[in-house]
């Protein structure tokens, strides 16, 4: 079904895209000044944000194929392939993540003045995997970069986060590593079953016998809903979110969250349908306890990046209700939300580390009477609260709105409670955006605030621009989507066989 | 029996043996001529250094064997080259950490070259007698190496313990190859092979035989229950004894458990199945649970070898030729990334105590950037992280596990690799942790200057495992042609 089209730019576009971020961590080995380090860090993500641009201009949305393709053998013995490939699901993450970097790299040039050098190399070797895990066409490179991510990412949360950084870190290294290695299990599982091959494509055309599906999706399951992460797994998110410098934050939301959104789409959909139809009902439940919950639980929060931290929990559940939804509405929606929510929670986790930066507190009681003070900084934050609540014109009630189509076609009641959660959402945004910006200075110490510099709007603009180009124009992303999404969505209704009765039994059991 | 015709090609066989033995001598005779250290310490290196480079002589005429006592195989070759690579870097970290603690360290030297011989006597032995030689020739040595400093009560303490188990070991073991003898009347390796291979022939004794044979075993592999030596052992004993206990004496014993009782050995018998079941998850799990609270490096890294030695009888509880190679793999990771681990700790001990408590380590990617770095590769690998040899070797042990359909064992490792996080991370933890933690944490070793062939020596393994993590179709390509 699917093919590899090879690349057929004359140089190897995702290799470069992976290597790129490498070399640069490599040449800042040989740095000893901070500056120079943030220079060539910048350098290096710019570059390679860069190459996005032939990505982007020479992928061809018409096709569902996997593009730029990329194929040799690595580990004979084995069977195992450095096999790269975009699709429609996954070339925007691969911009997103270099366009996240950058911001990142900005948001950090001030924020980071302890080994600089160390700093910018964890996050140039995150971007290279965090890459790598979107064009990964092979089961086993993409485990070694899903597993690869995770070593910068906690040295970025437990070296540079706040007091409790180790706890967190720790914590969210044992629930990741926990989900990952049961996907191994399964991985080695579907490598044997279907005859000793790691090839994804080939794998999605393999017919497993159900009862290995219901195992294998849930040892899938158990990585990517921690990674989500779904409710009721979701417990890692705060803590790292909270403990995480800014740039971490924003890489943690931005990309690596989606990450387990992502494979449910590649992985557990295609392999596994009826597996997937089988569990329907219940994650679906669960996306919705988790959209309410995130919501209820963000009210309560005194702390600026937790209350966001709760949001992601909310809106992923978004994410996972229109994937799940098992229509192309939802499922482009999904995706498409998994987008704008990077774009917007980034931008929020910016304009935490914004005003973190000068105050030295994310007590949100701090704050309050902050738009007479930085004018621009409120203007910021209003369009980003506004986007993440979903107002129309901006690209949250895009995604939002396709998600609510495919939950109603799935099941009404989803939709409505998942509005439900909207309403909750707008309500907690807008009373954060209140306490933060608008009454009178109560806090002395922000008597002299200074607003937004240049490099802090320089960094903040691509995602406002964003915001509005998706709220505005969306076809232009969801044409890039369409024809992969709704492939998936064909390949997985013709592969999947009539229910069997231990698969209603499960539906019943959740009351569907 | 099959004699080689030349007698020149027999000797061959036992070139690396002869070599060794023959260093040993010049060495006792420079211990008692030239009273300067470094002389022993020349001797010892360039023997083994010869012994390695005599591998390359004989690796084309494998499988070769010597009279009844010695079959040279590519497991052998294997085995002996990675013996030789630690005992050589035992040597190398041995001479500095003996110098700044101003004991004379001739003796030493001569007592390692023992050890390893006992070591390749033990990785080609295709018979009991020889089997048995070898086992006692790393025993004796060892605890002498192990209350090497005398000044230190610990380290007699080490030697006593030392003693003791390879006393019981020896003792069990002995009469497990007794009741094998009772049941296949001859004391090769090869007649009890095809007598366990055969599970309606085999008589309870045997069976008993053979599970002695495999406590003997356990105790030199430190499986759990017989694992409790090993941590005050790797924690008393001097830096590079430790070192040598845990990379080439263990490579040694689990050669010799691969030559007694292959993996199709271990799948066919019911009873063996079981025992090595048993051995397996104990090991792994208790190793796990109790490293989580050491505050001791050397402790920490005694309870990961216990959890390891579990990790690896998964492939010995699987068949197929996926279970010998990784087995294989398993052995080259597990020396190399010991050998880093214990070498960084090796080379951060002062005079005073060794480097071992967390705390020592605190701030040290601060104080020793390099160092930090390359302990944290090893640990890494440890862990079992893509892009480090560790993942590979774990990656496949866990792929001859399914390979097998063994699910259960399988996951049980997999969740003991999530559970030993943990304890990894604290050691990472503590050597990146910021600045105003290592201001209240001692910096003991901070101005001592590392020795340059030391932190060569570490970062070629560190280079080593990063490579094979990359990499592993070459070494994979190796262990294909030597096996073959």
Known sequence: MLELIPNQLGFPLLSLLIFVPVIGAVVLLAVRDARAARWIALVFS??????????????????????????????????????????????????????????????????????????????????????????????????????????????????????????????????????????????????????????????????????????????????????VPMFPFHTWLPDAHVEAPTAGSIILAGILIKMGAYGFLRFSLPFFPDATMAYTPAIMVLSVIAVIYGAYMAFAQTDFKKLIAYSSVSHMGFITLGIFSMNSQGLEGGILQMINHGVSTGALFLGVGVIYER????????????????????????????????????????????????????????????????????????????????????????????DMNLREIVAALPLVVLVFYIGLYPNAAFQVIHASADNLIKHVHAKAQVLPAAAQAVSTLVGN | MNRMPAMHADLLTVLPHIVLAAGTVVALLAAAFARRHGTVTYVAVSTLLFSFLSLGILVPHLPSGFTDLFLFDGVSALSSGLVLFASLCVALSAYPYFMMHAVPAREFF???????????????????????????????PLVVMGAYQRGNPTGIEVGFKYLILAGVSSAVLLFGIALLYAGSGSLAFGPALALLAHPAAVTPLTHIGAALLISGIGFKLALVPFHLWAPDVYQGAPAPVTLFVATASKAAVITALLRLLPPVVVEVDRYLFILFTVLSVTSMTAG????????????????SSIAHSGYLLVAFLSAGSLAFTAILLYLVFYVITNLCAFGVVSLLSGSGSDADDLDDYAGLSWRKPWLALVLTISILSLLGIPLTAGFIAKFSVVTAGMASAHLALVLALVINTAVSAYYYLRIIMAMYIGPEDVLSGEIRHSERRVPVIGACLVSLQAGLLLFIGIAPQYLLQLIGWLVS
């Open chain 2, 110 to 140: 001569i007592l390692l070259l023992l050890a390893t011989l006992g070591c390749l006597v033990i990785v080609s032995s295709s018979h009991f007698a020889s089997l048995f030689l070898g086992i006692e020739l790393i025993g004796i």
């Open chain 2, 288 to 303: 796990n649970l109790l490293a989580l609270r050491q505050q001791n490096v050397k402790r920490m890294l005694a309870y």
């Open chain 1, 46 to 227: 710019v570059l390679e944000l860069g190459l996005c641009a032939p990505l982007l201009s020479n992928f061809d949305s018409s096709l569902a194929h996997m593009q730029f393709g990329e194929s040799m053998p690595w580990i004979s013995a084995w069977n195992i392939h450095y096999k790269l490939g975009v699709d429609g699901i996954s070339i925007l993450f691969v911009a997103l993540t270099a366009l996240l970097t950058v911001i990142s790299i900005m948001v950090s040039w001030t924020a980071i003045t302890d080994r600089v050098r160390e700093f910018m190399v964890a996050l140039l070797f995150l971007e290279a995997a965090m890459v790598g895990v979107f064009a990964a066409l092979d089961l086993f490179l993409f485990y070694i970069f899903w597993e690869a991510m995770l070593i910068p990412m906690y040295l970025l949360i437990g070296v540079w986060g706040g007091p409790n950084r180790l706890y967190a870190a720790v914590k969210f290294f044992l629930y990741t590593l926990f989900g990952s290695v049961l996907m191994l299990v399964a991985i080695l599982a579907v490598y044997f079953t279907a005859g000793g091959t790691f090839d994804v494509l080939s794998l999605m055309n393999h017919k497993f016998g159900h009862t290995f599906q219901m195992w294998a999706f849930a040892a899938f399951f158990a990585a990517f809903a921690v990674k």
């Open chain 1, 359 to 450: 105050t030295h507190t994310r007590v949100i009681a701090d704050y309050g009477g902050l738009a007479s003070k930085v004018p621009v900084y409120a203007a910021f934050l209003m369009i980003i609260t506004l986007s993440s609540i979903g107002l129309p014109g901006t690209n949250g009630f895009i995604g939002e709105f396709a998600i609510l189509l495919g939950a109603f076609q799935y099941k009404a009641v989803y939709a409505v409670i998942a509005s439900l959660g909207i309403i909750l959402g707008a309500g907690y945004m807008l009373w954060l955006y209140q306490r933060v910006i608008f009454g009178t200075v109560t806090n002395p110490h922000n008597e002299h605030l200074k």
